[in-house]
């Protein structure tokens, strides 16, 4: 019976620093089928992809098993909602229309079974961040320069956006420190105390590390790890959120 609200991110399929990427695309397939029989509905938090670009006529080769993965889950009435990240932010219409899935850009604030609040977001694009990554994402989302982007030849492009992403990654420039979750602790205790509706659960990516904390006020932050090497995701079932790895 179909239930259960699933929720992952950071699989940055695609990177050059995976060191098996059919491996992992296996692995993640396998979680896709594995949880087809009891989920309602999936949300991708964002850097699902390492980089992806769709221009106007062509998009970019690779990840056809995820994609089919994705699809069936949709076909056999799976919602799946994708969040841009900050290495996928550049997903325009064709995903969507052929996976048959909702993109969303930003913080999402709705309510699931049980009547429980959620606030969803990648976590890029909440709590304090150096004014350059505020700078650099600002202009990723600048629709002028996403033009004369697409301009460039893909030969350019596509190397470009990888290594960028490596070098990020060495010198941890889009991915926080493993104690980095504190300022999204401070984030989503200011909130509650400050805005409205109350939120009982924030859900958020991009940090690569695993939490699960209850704040002051009961509420509760989770945050994803990745599928990079924790390969961790977490489950709703109306009732309770729990922090699970794949394969058990």
Known sequence: MRTLTYFISDLHLGAGYISDPRAQEKRIVGFLRHIAPTAKRLFLLGDILDYWWEYRDVVPRGFTRFFGALAEL????????????????????YLPSEI???VHDGVMVTSLEGGATFML??????????????????????????????????RWT????????????????????ENAGHTLVEFAEHYNLTASPRIDYFVFGHHHNLLDQTLSDGSRLVILGDWIS???????????MRLETYPE
Not at 127 to 143: D, E, K, N, Q, Y
Not at 230 to 240: I, M
């Open 158 to 177: 596509v190397g470009l956006a990888h290594a960028w992403s490596a070098h990020s990654r060495k010198t941890g420039g889009f991915v926080p420190p």
């Open 121 to 154: 977001e990648h976590g890029d694009g909440v709590g304090p961040r150096p004014a350059s990554f505020r700078f650099l994402r600002s202009m990723f989302r600048c629709r002028p320069l996403q033009k004369l982007f697409a301009a460039i030849h893909p």
């Open 230 to 240: 924790r390969f961790s995701y977490a489950v709703w079932d109306g009732k309770e």
């Open 74 to 93: 949709a076909d056999s009435g799976v919602e799946i909602i994708w969040f841009k990240g900050n290495h996928d932010i550049w997903i325009f219409d």
């Open 100 to 102: 048959g899935m909702k």
